[in-house]
């Protein structure tokens, strides 16, 4: 069974710019979450989608997005990017909820300058 | 609220010693999930355990073992022998079977050293 996969792997940036990162979850699960990884804040839990619906929502501003289509593919995007917006943004897949266990992509490395 | 916490930020060890990641974690919820993830320099999290909160049993998998303790609110992950491949960044993590969020502990760095 293929993993998650995540697009692009890294990508760079000049503050003001938007940006959309990819991410395909395993075949079968219908939940897939957005983190947000940096050296001082750990892994910040930004969204999760489920059935194509937003279904919880970190504490991140506005201009941080996303969604989710009908093949439990999603997109999160990054308006009017900051410099602090640079990090490893990790995308995680699991069947429904609760008690399945997250499993995640190999991240995108965004770096802003 | 749900909430994790692992007091040790970072850990050295010399290969072949045994070592302890500790796991504290706060829940309402009488049902919950509780899990360890690797990171390993490569920086993809990887699965290595969940644990509901009914089956208190302690699991041994090779040089990987955890032990779950209720009535602590703690869920402990032991390498023994440990190798220079253990060299990773070792999150805790719980989830609520009523809730949906994933919540996870700030992460402790292990360095095996030859």
């Known amino acids: 069974k293929a993993g998650v996969t995540q697009t692009p792997r890294y990508l760079i940036k000049t503050r003001g710019q938007q940006v959309t990162l990819s991410c395909s979850p395993i075949?079968?699960?219908?939940?897939v979450s957005w983190y947000q990884q940096t050296p001082g804040q750990g892994l910040q839990f930004l969204f999760e989608?489920?059935?194509?619906?937003?279904?919880n929502k970190g504490n991140f501003p506005g201009r941080f997005s996303g969604r989710q289509f009908s093949n439990s593919r999603s997109e999160m995007n990054v308006s009017t990017l900051e410099l602090g917006d640079s990090a490893l943004y990790l995308c995680?897949?699991?069947?429904?909820?609760?008690?399945?266990?997250?499993?995640f992509g190999p991240g995108t490395r965004l770096t802003v300058t | 609220a749900q909430k994790v916490t692992q007091a040790q930020t970072e850990i050295s060890v010399v290969e072949k010693e045994d070592v302890t990641l500790d796991c504290v974690y706060e829940?309402?919820?009488?049902?919950?999930?509780l899990f360890w993830y690797k990171q390993p320099p490569s920086g993809e999290l990887v699965f290595l355990i969940r644990r509901n909160s009914f089956d208190e049993q302690n699991e041994i998998s090779g040089r990987y073992s955890w032990n779950f303790q209720k009535s602590t609110s703690s869920f402990n992950f032991t390498i023994t022998a440990s190798q220079v491949v253990d060299s990773a960044v070792y999150f805790c993590?719980?989830?609520?079977?009523?809730?949906?969020?994933?919540?996870f502990g700030p992460g402790t760095r292990l360095s095996v050293l030859p």
């Open positions: 075949s079968g699960h219908r939940s």
């Open positions: 993590a719980l989830s609520e079977e009523r809730g949906q969020n994933f919540v």
């Open positions: 995680a897949s699991r069947r429904s909820g609760g008690s399945d266990e997250q499993y």
């Open positions: 829940t309402r919820d009488t049902t919950y999930y």
């Open positions: 989608y489920f059935s194509e619906t937003q279904r």
